[in-house]
């Protein structure tokens, strides 16, 4: 069992920058690959970013691509989003997941453990 809770979201400008954190309970943090999904109003749960047990490997949807990063501190159980350049389209609720698969997938019905979700928005 992995238990995950969000932190960070808030209310920020067009061009700023937001960092979200994943804390996660669990010894078996580490063998679990961590995504990063979004879902505006709506709107489906879309992919956003994902990184992999090690943090080695990281995968990003091509809308967030160059301006979102994300890392991964095994030794505290978390997992990490900076945003950066943020836009309008940005706003939505931002759930980290976490999925026992190898290479992290990007359908959410593949994750296993998903976090309560945060509220990220983006005023123009």
């Known amino acids: 069992q992995v238990q995950l809770v969000e932190s960070g979201g808030g209310l920020v400008q067009a061009g700023g920058s937001l960092r979200l954190s994943c804390a996660a309970s669990?010894?078996?943090?580490?063998?679990?690959?961590m995504g990063w999904f979004r879902q505006a109003p709506g709107k489906e749960r879309e992919f956003v970013a994902a990184?992999?047990?090690?943090?080695?490997?990281?995968y990003y949807a091509d809308s967030v691509k160059g301006r979102f990063t994300s890392s991964r501190d095994n030794a505290k159980n978390t997992v990490s989003l900076q945003m950066n350049s943020l836009k309008p389209e940005d706003t939505a609720v931002y759930y980290c997941?976490?999925?026992?698969?190898?290479?992290?997938?990007?359908?959410?019905?593949?994750?296993?453990?998903w976090g309560q979700g945060t509220q990220v928005t983006v005023s123009s």
């Open positions: 997941a976490a999925t026992a698969a190898l290479r992290p997938p990007v359908r959410p019905h593949e994750y296993d453990y």
């Open positions: 669990g010894r078996t943090f580490s063998s679990y690959a």
């Open positions: 990184i992999s047990w090690s943090g080695s490997n990281t």
